[in-house]
């Protein structure tokens, strides 16, 4: 079994909501940390876990990211992380369903990602050995207590409930 450490500085975690029903917004955190342990002639033992300062939220709106740090969003004095910890791995298609407990605003759920790559590992210009994966899941953002909306006046709502989550790493063999 191999670790591999997330290399904040080439990794992102984004995400994709809907506003007033018409257009996505798009927003990402600017703190990923984590790491997988990963052998690929055992996949189904692997091993990953991920975090993200919600304080770092940034959806190139002030007034919209200091909203997202609000009690009504993040609450991020009461919960300045979200974390994810895998608990299965599964072969799928070209890549991996990766399993595990996502934790938002104190409340967890097992989530199910899927996983494209690793790619082939690269030696980078400084000697270090990396990989590249992507990570894709959709939550419903009220089971997290995500529940803030307001009513628009065609009958839908300002924000979605539905938020797809899109993790890209570059990892660095440890």
């Known amino acids: 079994m191999t670790t591999w450490n997330i290399d904040p500085s080439h990794s ?3 995400f994709t909501v809907r506003h007033m029903m018409i257009s996505n917004v798009r927003g990402e955190f600017g703190a990923l940390a984590g790491s997988i342990e990963f052998d690929p002639a055992a996949p189904e033992a692997a091993r990953a876990s991920a975090s993200v300062e919600t304080g770092t939220v940034n959806t190139r709106d002030e007034k919209r990211d200091a909203h997202l740090r609000s009690g009504d969003f993040f609450d991020v004095e009461r919960h300045p992380q979200m974390a994810f910890r895998s608990t299965g791995v599964a072969r799928k298609g070209d890549g991996y369903a990766l399993t595990g407990e996502l934790t938002i605003r104190g409340t967890t759920k097992e989530v199910t990602f899927h996983v494209e790559g690793p790619t082939a590992p690269e030696k980078d210009p400084w ?43 570059s990892l660095v063999k440890a």
């Open 127 to 169: 000697g270090n050995t990396r990989v590249g994966a992507t990570a894709t899941a959709t939550i419903d953002r009220r089971d997290f207590g995500l529940v803030w909306n307001a009513a628009l006046e065609s009958g839908g709502v300002l924000v979605g409930h539905d938020v797809k989550i899109t993790i890209d790493v």
């Open 12 to 14: 992102a975690a984004h």
